[in-house]
């Protein structure tokens, strides 16, 4: 067998001992997207310019609390992490200068991750490109470098930024997303991806833009690489691969006609500028634009509303002094001066627009240019820079390749790239009526991969009646888009790394009420729809360690986190509290003694946490805090993501899957003939659903056991499966429980005990 822990064979995982391998993962940890000096959250303005001078280390939690959280995700049956970074975080001082202390911290993180047995695989995170312009990623010097200036684009809408909001409490929700149709994202994106063909006039230090910010991202992920390396114990044991940049956008890329909204253009929130016109209000002009808002049947006009700068543009004026980041810009290119003027897009003399489709047509070959030329051509001469890259230091990485997102994956079955042994694709879904609107909609939803890959003659056929026909219309999502990785690029592994449903639904209803049920129903579609469509994997959205239930994940109003300090911690073991517990501060875990009774949930709970922590909460500061949002905590809907799921089989997995309403888990397997015995098939088994006294197993043959085992002091119930060859069949049947009821809530009636009395179409909240 081989040496590696994690090796691909034939489309699936398979462990050192050859068993298949399911990767079932959770996104760590949200706090990777903001500064840890200054402590600068979405919310906060203060300094928000000073851009040069932040840290990211101790992010996204300081080392000596790592025990603390990775005890609790193995608690929760994960055995996979997608390790969130931003280039920010190593390169944020300027080009080339490497924080190195965030880089020594990340090491001894990763390291924490090895005694729990995770398998991790890198994410350079990005949303709508920097957090100046309304995300994460990128630093802030990479918009200098492009001639932007960060600090108008509040005034010209060239992006719409938390941080610098008038009022970040009125931040409308999800409209951060909306940063990929305006001004700042959009050039960042194309000048990155394609700024050779469509911007050739921008020459830094000698060479395109485009190269010079790549080159960058490149080798700041390859040192970051070659520290993992030279670390020594954690490349391969630990860190078994590296996702491409998160969520690629092809900015303004592909466009027929910059004076129009696009058709694919699905998001369309507040004001909805034409790329035409925010490159306008990009350049001073005042612009009148339509306004949209987002409601169940999906966006629908408002209005229009008047965008006015009053002069001011997203341009560095002609005189900026950029000597502190060492470049040296051609003269060919002007600033003071929008670059796409300057590439006779428009001219701002007469404020005309001249070649509405330079996007959409290759300046120099001819031809068309969209998505799927973005995608197998500006896309993947990037991924094959960034695989070759980062396999100059881990010469066998798994390579996740995470194409434009809800697009169709390039195509690349039987070339080279396809051919590669090591590669998985990696796309990422969410249900986007559920996100938008922050409510569960048990009535209708939208097959939104097959409204976007036109398989209806009309939208409104895409409509799916019902909870049960949502569940399936999730499942065939799923399975579409897995088969799409088949087809297009070969036969890999397919691991959605991205899913998640927000918390506040319902204007933060079970934050007042402890009643989760909306969040349990969705969150339990979610996965079903990912098990059943046969996924190899998935990396839930997300695990955040500061979440609470006033600022949610602390960036840009969402609040996807499974955890939260205002909630409770769901109780995976049905043994007794520890006798010498108190509920004081001098009897809890402490980042000075690394999982110290971890086997006790009492000792990590949200009331205890800021006081066991040493770096403190962002929740912990005196805010103008509203009581009633946490006056019941819940259990965040844990009984929904909490849920068994094969680790290691001996034999390939045929489907598998967990009925939450009959609190029942299936797993079918197809043996081969000769099977290791001392590697028997392993399956997580929470406890809160299967206590080991009252459950009962089903095989068709072999014998099994259910044991915890210990991790890090940490208690994990597995059930182990020595079975014969052929198709083999194992149903586990715990407990089925009320879930969902908040601190004095009524115990009967309540959303699960209607589901319990019928099918999930009868799910109706209370």
């Not at 970051?224 to 390396?229: G, M, N, P, S, V």
């Amino acid at each position: 067998m081989t040496d590696f822990r994690l090796t691909i064979e034939n489309g699936k995982f398979h462990d050192a001992q050859g068993r298949q391998v399911i990767l079932r993962g959770i996104n760590v940890a949200g706090e990777a997207k903001y500064p840890s000096k200054p402590d600068q959250p979405s919310h906060v303005p203060d300094d928000f310019f000073d851009g040069d001078n932040v840290s990211f280390a101790n992010k996204p939690f300081p080392k000596d609390e790592a025990h603390l959280h990775f005890s609790r995700l193995k608690r929760c049956g994960y055995n996979t992490i997608r390790y969130v970074f931003t280039w920010e975080a190593i390169e944020a001082a300027g080009p080339g200068i490497y924080d190195e202390q965030w880089i020594d911290d990340t090491v001894e993180v990763l390291r924490a991750a090895k005694s729990y047995g995770f398998y991790i695989f890198m994410d350079p995170h990005q949303d709508v490109w920097s957090r100046f312009s309304g995300g994460s990623g990128a630093p802030m010097w990479t918009l200098y470098a492009a001639g932007l200036n960060p600090q108008s684009f509040a005034a010209t809408e060239a992006a719409i930024v938390h941080n610098t909001y008038p009022e970040p409490d009125s931040f409308p929700k999800m409209i951060w997303s909306t940063n990929y149709y305006r001004l700042a994202a959009a050039t960042m994106f194309t000048l990155f991806f394609a700024g050779r063909d469509f911007a050739p006039k921008c020459i830094l230090d000698g060479v395109n833009i485009q190269d010079y910010l790549q080159g960058h991202f490149l080798n700041a992920c390859a040192h970051l690489a070659k520290r993992i390396h030279e670390a020594g114990d954690i490349e391969n044991d630990v860190v078994f691969g590296w996702e491409s940049l998160n969520e690629p956008n092809k900015g303004m890329i592909g466009y027929e006609d910059i004076s129009v909204i696009p058709s694919e253009q699905a998001l369309k929130k507040g004001t909805c500028p034409t790329i035409w016109q925010t490159i306008l209000t990009g350049s001073g002009r005042a612009v009148e634009v339509d306004t949209w808002d987002m409601g169940n049947l999906g966006p629908y006009k408002v209005g229009r509303a008047l965008v006015d700068p009053h002069g001011e543009v997203a341009w560095l004026p002609a005189d900026y002094d950029e000597s502190r980041y060492g470049y040296k810009r051609d003269p060919g290119w002007k600033l003071g001066e929008c670059i796409w003027a300057q590439h006779g897009v428009w001219d701002p003399s007469t404020d005309t627009l001249l070649k509405k489709d330079y996007f959409g047509k290759h300046p120099t070959a001819g031809g068309t240019v969209d998505y799927p030329f973005f995608t197998n051509n500006y896309f993947m001469g990037f991924f094959r820079a960034y695989r070759d890259m980062i396999r100059a230091y881990h010469k066998n990485a798994i390579m996740l390749l995470q194409g434009p997102t809800m697009e169709l994956p390039p195509q690349i079955k039987g070339t080279p790239d396809g051919d590669d042994p090591l590669l998985v694709y990696a796309p990422h879904w969410y249900d986007g009526i559920t996100l938008m609107t922050k409510k569960w909609n048990r009535s209708w939803n939208v097959d939104v991969i097959g409204v976007l890959r036109g398989r209806y003659w009309h939208p409104a056929f895409a409509i799916k009646l019902g909870e049960a026909a949502i569940r399936n219309c999730f499942r065939d999502q799923h399975a579409a888009m897995r088969k799409e990785g088949l087809d297009r690029i070969g036969n890999h592994p397919c691991v959605m790394t991205e899913f998640g449903i927000p918390y506040d639904m319902d204007d933060k209803y079970a934050y007042k009420t402890g009643d989760y049920a909306s969040q349990s129903a969705a969150m339990d579609a979610n996965h079903y729809g990912l098990e059943a469509a046969g996924m190899e994997g998935y990396t839930l959205w997300l695990y955040m360690a500061n979440n609470d239930h006033e600022k949610g994940d602390q960036w840009n109003g969402e609040d996807l986190s499974i955890f939260s300090v205002n909630d409770k911690l769901l109780p995976l073991s049905s043994r007794p509290k520890s006798p010498d517990f108190d509920g004081s501060a001098s009897g809890l875990f402490s980042p000075s003694e690394p999982g110290k009774d971890m086997d006790d949930d009492e000792y990590v709970n949200p009331a205890n946490l800021k006081r066991s922590i040493t770096n403190p909460s962002i929740s912990s500061a005196a805010t103008t805090r509203q009581p009633e949002l946490s006056a019941s905590p819940g259990y965040r809907a844990a009984e929904a993501y909490v849920r068994p799921a094969p680790i290691a089989t001996a034999g390939a997995i045929t489907n598998y899957g967990f009925d939450l309403q009959q609190c029942v888990f299936t797993l079918t397997i197809k043996a081969p003939k000769v099977a290791e015995l001392d590697a028997p098939t392993v399956v997580s088994l929470p406890e809160y659903h299967f206590p080991k006294d009252d459950c009962s197993v089903e095989v068709t043959s072999g014998k099994w056991e259910i044991s915890s085992d210990e991790e890090e002091t940490t208690l994990v119930q597995r059930l182990r499966w020595w079975h014969g060859d052929g198709e083999q069949t194992l149903r586990v049947s715990g407990v089925v429980k009320r879930h969902n009821v908040g601190d004095g809530a009524e115990e009967d009636g309540g959303y699960y005990e209607q589901c319990n009395q019928g099918s999930w179409s009868n799910c109706v909240a209370m």
